[in-house]
C-alpha cells in the first residue's frame, strides 16, 4: 500500500484546502468537525480519506464538493475559491468539474437508467439528443449496463444501480468525482467490483477520484490514504 | 452565497432566470413531474379530485347563481318593480314593494304631482314608461253561512220557482235551528255579554224566527220574512272570514301594457278607466275558494310534485280535516242539492240505500293514494257545483276596508270584482305572489286621497256649510268675523297632509254608476301617487345603472322631489334574497377553497419532505434552485391542467344539459327562486375561465410553503448518511 503523500510532485492541483475550519453548531454548543486543515489533491489521483465515525470524512467531501463552505480557510476547487462564490456559481462548479457518488446511490426512481445518466448534461445544456444519447450509451457500456438503459432504478441490483450512479458522475468529464462511502451498501463482493470499476476508469480517463470509506478493502486499492482523526489529519 | 435580495426577490430571479435551460430541461421536468404523480397515485387523487371538485362547484355554482340572478331579475321587473322605483324624497322609511318583514307597508309619503314628474322622465331617452302606484293594505269580508243562504234564498223567491223556494227555506230553517243550539252551546266559549254588545241579543232576534208561525207564513209574504232574516239573523253568524288584501292601485291599462308577467286569469281585466278589482289567483284560491275544495288542490299539487299521501304528512292532515268537516259542506247544501250529491255518490260508491248523504260526503273525502284521482275528479264532478266554490265572484262587489294613511280614519270603499290574475313565475310565492289589483282612484280613495267624485262632494257639503277658504296669513283677520266656519287652506307646508286629502268619512256604498264611470287619463294622472316604476328601453345593467344616475341629476337639477332606487333595492327581502344566496355561495366557496388550500397544501407539503433527498441530490448533482422550483411548480400545474380542467368540463357538460333539459323547481320556494317551473341555466365561458383560474391560484397558494421548503433544502440532505 502507498504511502500517503503530503505534496503530490509536479502535478496540477484540482484541490487545495489551507488552513480550513468547520464549524458545526449544535444549539448552544460549537462542535468543530476540521480544525486546520490543509491538503492538496492533484489531478488524476485515486485517494481515499479514512477515518473513524465522525472523524470529519463527510464534511471535508461535502467541502471539497462545494456543497458546504468552510467556516474559516481557503477552499480552492478547480482553481476557484469556493468561499467567494455565490450559490449559483457553486451549482454551476459542481455541475461542470464535480462528479458525485453517493452511499445510497441516490438515483431518480421516476428516470430510467439511460433518463438518470442523461440528467446532468440536460442541466448543463447545449448539448443534442443524439449526443447525449451517445455519450451515455457508452458510459452504460463501460459500467456493463448496455442492456438496462430502460430500467427504473428499482428494477436494478444494488451494485447495478451504483454502477448507474458511476456512470452518471462521469457523464459530465468532471474534473473531480467524489464518492461518499461508495462501497457501504454493497456486500463485499459487488463492493470489490465497484472499486474496480472506478480505479479502472481512473487509470484509461484520469479522471480524479476521491472517496471517503472505513472499508479495508477499498483502501487497498486507494494511490493515497488521507486519515482523518478528530477533524485533523493524522500524520 | 450571493448578498441575498429578500426572500421574494430571489425568488422571482430565480423564476426569470435560465430562460433557453427552461425549455431544454422541460421535457425532464414534465417527466419527473407525471411520474411523481402517478408514483404517489392516492395522494394525487385526493389532491386532484379536491381541485376537481373545487372547480366543478365553482362553476356549476357561479352559473347557477348568474342563472337564478338574472331569472329573478326578469320576473320582478316585468312583474311590478319596473327596473327604477321613485318615491317621496325624504321619506320616513325607505320604500319597500313587498312591505317590511312584519308584512306592513313603510311609511313613504305621496308624490303629489305625478303628471310633471312623468313628463320630466320621459325626457330620458332610456326611459320607455313611468307607472303611477300605491300599495297597501285592505281587509274585507266574506258573507257568513247565513247571509249566503240568506241571498240564495231570495234569489229563489225573486224566481218564483216554488220547489226551489220551500227547499231553501226549509234548509234555511234547519242552519238557524244549529246556529241557535250552537249559540247556546257557545255560551261556554265566548264571553255573551260582549257579543250582545257587538251584534246584539241573539235571543231577542231568535224568538221571532223560533215562532213554528214564521216559517209557515214564510209563504204568504216572503219579502218581509226576508227583510227580517237579513237584518236581525243573518248578522249573527260567525263563520264569516276576514280577508286580507294587499292591493296595487294602479292605472290597470298601462300597468297591464308595460308588465309582461301580468296575465288575466279568470274573469276579464278592470276596463280602462274604470274602477275594478282583480284577486291575485293565488288569494282567490287561498282565501275565497271553499276549504274542501282547497285541501283537494292542495293534495293534487303534492301528488303531482310527485309525491304521495302516505309520505306527505301535510296530504294526511288535510283528509282528516276534509273528513271531519263534512257537517260545513252538508250545511251549504239545500235539501234538493244534497238528495242529488247522495244519489250520484251512492251510485259511485256502491253505497248500500240506508247511508246517509254525510256517510256517503265522509267515505268521498276519505282518500288514499289508490283512489285519489277517481275521488277527486268525482267531488268535482258530483259536489262542487252544487257548492258555492267561491264565496266571492266574478261580479260581485267586495268592501275593502282599510286606514286612510292622512287621517288615520277607517275607510270602506266597494269595488267591483272583475276576476284573477297571476304574475308568470311569482304566482306560486307566497313571498311577492301576494298582490291583488286595483284602480288608482279607488286606491286613493282608500289612502284617503280626494278623487273628483269626493272633491265635489266636499265642496258641495262645504258651501252648504258656509266654509270658506283661507290662508294662515289671513287668519288673524278671522277673529274679527265671528259666526263664520273656516278652514285653512294648507300650502302643502306639511307632508302629512298634502292638498287632496280626503278628510271626510266614508259610508262604502256601493254606486253601480260609480263603478260604471270611465274616468279621463287626466284625472287618473292628476292625484297623488305612492310610488311610480320606471321601465327602460335598454334594460341592461349597464344601462340600468347609466339611467339611474341619469335620473338622480335631473332629480336634483329639476327639484322633482323624489327618490329614485333600482328594481332590486325596491324588492327589499324578496330582491335581496339574491344577494343573500350571492354571498351565502361566497361564503360557501371561500370555505371550500380554505379547506381545500390546507388539504392541499399539507399533501404537496408531505411530498416535499418524502422528496428531500432526491431534491438534494438533484441540487448536488447540479440543479440550480429554479430547477427544483419548476419541478415542484410543474406538478401542480399538471394537477390543475388535468383535475381542474376534468372538474371544469364536467361542470360544463353539466351545465349544457340542465341548460337544455333545466332544473325542476320541486317546491313553491325554488318557484320563486327559478321564477318558473324551470331553471335554465347558461354556460358562460367567463365563468369555466374563471373557475379554472380559481382552482390554479389555490393550487398555487398552496404550492408556495412546499415551494419555499424545497428551496431551502441544501445538496447536503443528499449526503445526511454520512457522519
Known sequence: ???????????????????????????????????????????????????????GKTTLLNLIGCVDVATAGRVTVAGQETGQL?????TRLRLFQIGFIFQSFNLVPVLTALQNIEFPLLLQGG????????????LLARVGLGDHAEHRPGELSGGQRQRVAIARALVTRPALVLADEPTANLDSKTGGTIIELMQQLNEQDGTTFLFSTHDQQVIKHAHRVIRLVDGQIAA | MSAPRGRWGRLGALLSAEGSLLWQTLPVVARISLRNLRLHRLRTLLVGSILLLGTLLLLSGSCLFEAVDQAMERTLVNSVAGHIQLYRAGAKESF???????????????????????RALLQLDNV?????????????????????????????VRSGDLARQRALAQHLQRVIAVFDRSLSNAEALIDVARYKREYGDPDLALARVRRPDFWSRFEADPYDALEYLENEVGPLGLDQDLIWLRYLGTDTALFRQTFDRFEVVDGTMIPPGQRGFLFNKRVYEEQVKNKTARRLDLIKEKLDEGLTIARCPDCQSWIRLN??????????LDPLAAEAVGAALRRELGGGKQQSTAQLLRELLAMDDQNFAARHALFYRVVAPRLELYSIKFGDELVLTAFARGSGYTRKVPVKVYGTFRFRSLDRSPLAGGFNLVDLMSFRELYGYLTPERRREQETLRRRAGVKAVTRAQAEALFAAPGEVVEEQGRGAAPAAPAGLDLGPSTGRYDAALQRRVYSQSELDHGVVVNAAVMLKDGSRAAQRRTLEQLRTLNRRLGLGVAAIGWREASGVVGQLVDVIR???????????????????NALLLATLERTREIGTLRAIGAQRSFVLRMIVAETVVMVAVFG?????????????????????TTDFFHFLFSGPRLYPALAWSQVALALASCALVALIATLSPARLALRVTPREAMAEGD
Open chain 1, 1 to 55: 500500500m502507498p504511502e500517503p503523500l503530503s505534496e503530490p510532485p509536479s502535478a496540477e492541483r484540482i484541490v487545495q484546502l489551507e488552513g480550513v475550519r468547520k464549524d458545526y453548531r449544535l444549539g448552544a454548543v460549537v462542535v468543530p468537525a476540521l480544525r486546520a486543515l490543509d491538503l492538496t489533491i492533484s489531478r488524476g489521483e485515486f485517494s481515499a480519506i479514512a477515518g473513524p465515525s465522525g472523524s
Open chain 1, 86 to 90: 455565490s450559490d449559483r456559481a457553486l
Open chain 1, 127 to 138: 448539448i443534442g439528443r443524439a449526443e447525449r444519447h451517445e455519450r451515455v450509451r457508452a
Open chain 2, 96 to 118: 319597500q314593494l313587498f312591505g317590511n318583514m312584519d308584512g306592513s307597508m313603510p311609511d313613504v309619503g305621496v308624490i303629489e304631482n305625478f303628471p310633471a314628474l312623468r
Open chain 2, 128 to 156: 320607455a314608461t313611468v307607472v303611477p302606484m300605491g300599495i297597501d293594505i285592505a281587509v274585507s269580508s266574506t258573507e257568513n253561512l247565513l247571509e249566503r243562504q240568506l241571498a240564495a234564498l231570495r234569489a229563489a
Open chain 2, 323 to 332: 273528513v271531519n268537516q263534512t257537517g260545513s259542506l252538508l250545511m251549504q
Open chain 2, 583 to 601: 354571498y351565502a355561495l361566497y361564503g360557501a366557496m371561500l370555505v371550500i377553497f380554505l379547506v381545500a388550500l390546507i388539504i392541499v397544501n
Open chain 2, 645 to 665: 380542467g376534468c372538474g371544469a368540463a364536467l361542470g360544463s357538460a353539466a351545465l349544457l344539459w340542465l341548460g337544455h333539459h333545466g332544473i325542476p323547481a
